[in-house]
């Protein structure tokens, strides 16, 4: 008889592992084995804060949304799925009915529920049930690893795409972290010919030169600013992506974007209301837009991870297992410097 296990969260900075309940596949649903569970940034601020914005964790919860595993068992009514089949999970189920989902945009469904946001638990266990059509199948050699990370990976390509990033254009992404990394990846792979990335941390940096970053600013040797007018020949980029999620890097993306360019905000600051120089961007005729999540980008990453036109597996810094979630969890909150990306092998 398989047993499940899991990794709750246990108050703040502290983890304990349980045995739960085996979930049970409805109809369309398929149960899976987890195999690779990623460390998302937003795992380590509730365990660390206890809630992000609205969003407070109650009572013992699992944290972990970023993962891939093995099909172990299908619903009656599953017809795309086999027992076997190694999959990604996209971890929002959302209604289906809204107007939001019903013209592609269901990523702003307000009914959604998304692992690791609480109510609803998240992937550190050893089992789950997850919707057919929510599960997207990996090629043979496309790993695991690389399966759990086609989730931050969405959330790059949908930067990039909400950037209209093109052939030929100069980007500055604010951000070394998995998704300024991931960011800089889709750009390359949409054709920028000039990625600029900025952080404090010269791991990260490292890391981005790595991954093809024609030039990389570290903000805590130089004013950023003044280093990308010169990295552009006081141009300014046609795409400036933030990441960060810092009110700093905020505020200087108006800085650096060029004359009729484009600023997209991804990385959510610790306070909601943060200062803007909107006057410097109207002069510029520059376009803001946001992002959330990621929508119907799945099957992209997994097919750019297939063909080889992005290399997420270089990403992965450290890897931990599931005796350790905790250490791991330690190790990443007091290892800033030293982490890229952590995986927890199940």
């Keep these: 008889m398989m047993k499940n296990k899991a990794v709750f969260m246990s108050g703040t900075n502290n983890m304990i592992t349980k045995e739960v309940p085996m979930p049970v596949p409805g ?6 084995k987890v195999d690779v569970v990623g460390i998302c940034g937003s795992d380590v601020h509730y365990y660390q804060h206890g809630r992000i914005g609205d969003f407070a ?20 009514a599953v017809k795309t799925l086999a027992v076997g089949d190694r999959v990604a999970l996209e ?3 959302t209604c289906g009915k809204c107007k939001y989902c019903k013209t592609g945009r269901y990523n702003l469904c307000p009914d959604v529920a998304f692992f690791a946001t609480p109510p609803y638990h998240g992937v550190f266990t050893k089992y789950v049930t997850h919707p057919e059509d929510m599960c997207f199948k990996l090629p043979d050699h496309v ?6 990370l086609v989730e931050p990976l969405a959330v790059g390509l949908h930067a990039s795409g909400m950037g209209e990033v093109k052939l030929g254009d100069t980007v500055v992404i604010f951000g070394a972290g998995c998704i300024g990394l991931v960011t800089l990846l ?7 010919s000039k990625v600029y990335v900025v952080d404090v941390l010269e791991n990260r940096l490292e890391t981005a030169r790595r991954l093809g970053a024609t030039d990389t600013v570290n903000a805590r040797e130089c ?32 800085d650096v974007v060029a004359r009729g360019g484009t600023i997209v905000l991804v990385g959510m600051t610790a306070k909601d209301e943060t200062s803007f120089n909107f006057m410097k ?18 099957p992209v990453a997994i097919n750019a991870i297939a063909s080889g036109s992005i ?5 992965v810094s450290h890897e931990f297992d599931f005796d350790h979630v905790k250490e791991a969890f330690d190790f990443v909150v007091s290892n800033a410097k030293d982490v890229v990306k952590a995986v927890i092998r199940m």
Excluded: W
């Design 27 to 32: 109809p369309k649903d398929a149960l899976i």
């Design 57 to 76: 964790v109650e009572g013992d919860f699992i944290l972990g949304h970023e993962c891939a595993g093995e099909v172990v068992a299908v619903g009656s």
């Design 91 to 93: 971890p929002g189920k």
């Design 143 to 148: 790993s695991n690893t690389e399966g759990a």
């Design 186 to 192: 889709s750009c390359k792979a949409r054709g920028a």
């Design 223 to 254: 004013n950023a600013v003044e280093r990308i007018a010169e990295l552009t020949a006081g141009q300014g980029a046609d795409v400036v992506i933030e990441t960060a999620g810092s009110e700093i890097t905020v505020k200087q993306t108006a």
């Design 281 to 298: 961007l109207m002069g510029k005729e520059g376009n803001l837009k946001t992002i959330f999540r990621y929508r119907n980008l799945y």
């Design 311 to 315: 290399d997420v597996k270089s990403i």
